[in-house]
């Protein structure tokens, strides 16, 4: 690649996280918090290594990736001193041992099944798993999650499982043309998430509402969520 390229991708990148960063904090304020409760994810799925580690270097601390393989091959060339990475997509059964003990935290617990594979190896590794929930908001069925009415039950058959600590919801609403609309499926997953938090659980904290992405992280905080996992708004177009 030539150099002049790989400058101005740099400073894009910069530009991107100084803009994202301040509206954060607009939206933190706007919705009665400090720009520091709101959790910053850059998602890194299909960026090379050398945009991911600029992006630390202007101070990013929180990672996403999609897939297993894709997060290991990338590991070794990262920065990551003082850097949490997640797995933030789909995760299979046969996966789950590669994958618990390289993640802070598994974001897309989207089964039973996936939720006993987690606490099956977090035991044997002599770990505990963090994961959020993730929960199908919009009833879609190109997409997986628990269905909102069935959330209270599952989280807490999955909180009794050994080597698993429940952390809060994640989420990816339905693409909405509305911002009204989006904002009453945002506002569901908040109601589900304050609810089971007020009822003090065994093994449920629900401390992360992972909810909000390049194109509607601003709304996603005004509805009360705290973690938000931006990708093409910082390092532009994924070319897959
Ligand atoms: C890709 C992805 C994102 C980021 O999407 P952008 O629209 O590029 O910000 C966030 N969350 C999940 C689960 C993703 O797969």
């Given at each position: 690649?030539?150099?002049?390229?790989?400058?101005?991708?740099?400073?894009?990148?910069?530009?991107?996280?100084?803009?994202?960063?301040?509206?954060i904090?607009?939206?933190a304020?706007?919705?009665?918090?400090?720009?520091?409760?709101?959790d910053?994810?850059?998602?890194?799925?299909?960026?090379?290594?050398?945009y991911?580690?600029?992006?630390?270097?202007?101070?990013?601390?929180?990672?996403?990736?999609?897939?297993?393989?894709?997060?290991?091959?990338?590991?070794?060339?990262?920065?990551?001193?003082?850097?949490?990475?997640?797995?933030?997509?789909?995760?299979?059964?046969?996966?789950?041992?590669?994958?618990?003990?390289e993640?802070?935290?598994?974001?897309?617990?989207d089964?039973?099944?996936?939720?006993?594979?987690?606490?099956?190896?977090?035991?044997?590794?002599?770990?505990?798993?963090?994961?959020?929930?993730?929960?199908?908001?919009?009833?879609?069925?190109?997409?997986?999650?628990?269905?909102?009415?069935?959330?209270?039950?599952?989280?807490?058959?999955?909180?009794?499982?050994?080597?698993?600590?429940?952390?809060?919801?994640?989420?990816?609403?339905?693409?909405c043309?509305?911002?009204?609309?989006?904002?009453?499926?945002?506002?569901?997953?908040?109601?589900?998430?304050?609810?089971?938090?007020?009822?003090?659980?065994?093994?449920?904290?629900?401390?992360?509402?992972?909810?909000?992405m390049?194109?509607?992280?601003?709304?996603?905080?005004?509805c009360?969520?705290?973690?938000v996992?931006?990708?093409?708004?910082i390092?532009g177009?994924?070319?897959?």
């Amino acid at each position: 690649m030539e150099k002049s390229f790989l400058d101005k991708k740099f400073s894009d990148i910069e530009y991107n996280l100084k803009t994202i960063n301040e509206e954060i904090a607009e939206a933190a304020v706007r919705s009665g918090r400090q720009p520091g409760d709101i959790d910053f994810m850059a998602v890194t799925k299909t960026v090379d290594e050398i945009y991911i580690n600029h992006a630390i270097d202007c101070g990013i601390k929180l990672i996403g990736e999609n897939k297993v393989q894709e997060l290991l091959r990338k590991k070794p060339e990262l920065r990551l001193d003082g850097v949490k990475k997640n797995l933030i997509g789909h995760l299979q059964s046969n996966k789950a041992s590669q994958i618990v003990g390289e993640v802070d935290m598994i974001e897309s617990v989207d089964s039973l099944k996936i939720a006993r594979e987690i606490g099956k190896q977090s035991v044997k590794k002599g770990i505990v798993t963090d994961v959020l929930i993730e929960i199908n908001i919009g009833r879609e069925e190109s997409k997986t999650g628990f269905m909102p009415e069935e959330a209270e039950e599952k989280i807490c058959e999955i909180a009794e499982i050994e080597g698993i600590k429940v952390r809060g919801l994640m989420t990816i609403p339905p693409i909405c043309e509305k911002s009204t609309k989006l904002c009453k499926f945002f506002e569901n997953i908040y109601n589900i998430y304050v609810d089971i938090g007020a009822k003090k659980l065994d093994n449920i904290y629900m401390q992360i509402l992972s909810m909000g992405m390049s194109g509607d992280y601003t709304e996603a905080i005004l509805c009360g969520s705290n973690h938000v996992r931006i990708g093409s708004k910082i390092f532009g177009p994924r070319i897959y």
